[in-house]
């Protein structure tokens, strides 16, 4: 493909996923427009272009992967963003999430515990101008306490239970969402608040959802 033929494509490809996104139920307008406005193709292998705008999750490096639009969106659109809030991330991945939300909040928090992941996300985000967002190697569910208190946190790992370390550095009226074990090898996405005097947190399940496991080891090497 010549490089006209290539945008032209990419362009057809990304306003095609927008159509399946809205097709899915997907009603919320800044997370479409979050969602087209981030090229995916940018944060996948080069082998897997062509996939790059299918509503599939997609592998990246070091046995982990990219979520599938539709989730992205889905999770995106339950953080309820207004444009002010500090949000934390747990598993930057390729910082296709994170490129996200930047558009969509004050700041973003994310940390990954792979470090070549975490290099390859930041050269993406420099590369794409994403001046919003922070991010750091480590083991992510002990969260960011130095940052804490954050408005949003939103976990793209799956969590063995509800992360309670996370879920006490978000503010009263905070939202985080969070893959959790479920009986049979599922996972569920959840929805946690805190109740009215935060003695208690409020789970709303959402959806079955597919996420790698949230795993505590920070790896340092390289390929
Ligand atoms: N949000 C990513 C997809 C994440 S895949 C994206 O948009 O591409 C899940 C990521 O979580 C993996 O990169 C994995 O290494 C990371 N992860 C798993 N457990 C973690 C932990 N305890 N702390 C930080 N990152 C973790």
Not at 13 to 37: H, N, P, Q, V
Not at 82 to 99: C, N
Not at 114 to 135: C, D, G, Q, W, Y
Not at 202 to 217: A, E, G, H, Y
Request: aromatic fraction near 6%.
């Amino acid at each position: 493909m010549n490089g006209q033929n290539n945008k032209d494509w990419l362009f057809a490809a990304r306003a095609g996923l927008i159509m399946t996104l809205r097709g899915m139920g997907m009603r919320d307008t800044s997370t479409l427009a979050a969602i087209e406005k981030t090229p995916r193709e940018a944060f996948i292998p080069s082998a897997l272009h062509q996939h790059a705008y299918d509503n599939v999750s997609l592998p990246i490096s070091h046995g982990q992967t990219i979520s599938q639009p539709f989730i992205v969106a889905l999770m995106t659109a339950s953080l309820e963003l207004t444009g002010r809030e500090r949000v934390l991330e747990i598993g930057t991945g390729s910082g296709y999430q994170a490129s996200v939300l930047s558009h969509l909040c004050r700041r973003v928090y994310t940390i990954e515990r792979i470090r070549p992941l975490l290099v390859e996300a930041e050269r993406r985000f420099k590369m794409l101008k994403l001046m919003n967002i922070t991010s750091r190697l480590g083991d992510g569910q002990f969260g960011w306490p130095e940052a804490a208190p954050f408005d949003r946190v939103i976990v793209t790992c799956g969590a063995s239970e509800i992360p309670l370390h996370l879920l006490a550095q978000i503010k009263d009226d905070g939202i985080m969402i969070v893959p959790v074990d479920s009986p049979g090898g599922h996972q569920k996405l959840k929805k946690v608040t805190w109740n009215e005097d935060r003695s208690a947190p409020v789970v709303k399940d959402m959806i079955d959802v597919r996420f790698v496991p949230l795993l505590s080891d920070v790896v340092e090497d390289k390929d």
